[in-house]
């Protein structure tokens, strides 16, 4: 059984572009939730999908928007990026009644130049 | 804004010893309160979860202790070993009435045991 899948696992981009981040949840799994983790800190939330919709926002701007697919894999997109939003972004799927139990994948280093 | 603080930022433990992790939290509408272990390069891996009706739960080497009076909890290691030596988070789930959950995060303790 595969675990939550994340590409690219790096990314190198300048400042002013956009970037796409994939995530294919967990086996079983119907909601995704992105989080950026800062180098040093713990992860800080980003948004939620479920049914294809953005069900949750955390204090980030619009810059960052998602997309969840019919087979509940999901699209995190940057635009505009800036040095700050360098980054390791990470995925974590759920099933929607089993709470406390996301299960991160291992994630994509972005990095802006 | 909700926040979960993580004491200590780092700690060296023995081989054998018992590793303790502390949080404390200010929202009383938290759900859940996972712990996640985190290798260099690698995301989180969900470790152990308790409800805030439960004072502890064990899994194995691992045990949370829940002070809800307090609004405190601990990660306990036993037996700690090499292996063991990673980063550890304390987080804090919040459900919403639409059934949406979020995780709140503390700042993470760097664990390095020593033969």
């Known amino acids: 059984d595969a675990g939550v899948t994340q590409s690219p696992t790096h990314l190198i981009k300048t400042r002013g572009q956009q970037v796409t981040l994939r995530c294919s949840p967990k086996s079983g799994h119907d909601t995704v939730s992105w989080y950026q983790q800062a180098l040093g800190q713990g992860p800080q939330f980003i948004f939620q999908y479920y049914e294809e919709e953005e069900r949750q926002r955390g204090n980030f701007p619009d810059r960052f928007s998602g997309h969840q697919f019919p087979n509940y894999s999901s699209e995190l997109n940057v635009n505009a990026l800036l040095l700050g939003d360098s980054a390791l972004y990470l995925c974590?799927?759920?099933?929607?009644?089993?709470?406390?139990?996301?299960?991160f994948g291992p994630g994509t280093r972005l990095t802006v130049l | 804004q909700q926040q979960v603080k993580q004491s200590p930022q780092s700690l060296i433990v023995q081989k054998g010893g018992i590793s303790i992790i502390n949080c404390a939290y200010e929202?009383?509408?938290?759900?859940?309160f996972p712990w996640y272990q985190q290798f260099p390069g690698k995301g989180p891996a969900l470790l152990i979860a308790?409800?805030?009706?439960?004072s502890e739960k064990k899994e194995g080497r691992f045990t949370i202790s829940f002070n809800k009076s307090a609004k405190q909890f601990s990660l306990h290691i036993m037996d700690s070993q090499p292996g063991d030596s990673a980063t550890y988070f304390c987080?804090?789930?919040?459900?919403?009435?639409?059934?949406?959950?979020?995780?709140?995060f503390g700042t993470g303790t760097r664990l390095t045991i020593i033969p």
């Open positions: 987080a804090a789930s919040h459900i919403s009435n639409f059934g949406n959950e979020k995780l709140t």
């Open positions: 929202n009383t509408a938290f759900d859940y």
């Open positions: 308790i409800r805030p009706d439960v």
């Open positions: 974590a799927s759920s099933r929607r009644t089993t709470w406390g139990t996301q299960y």
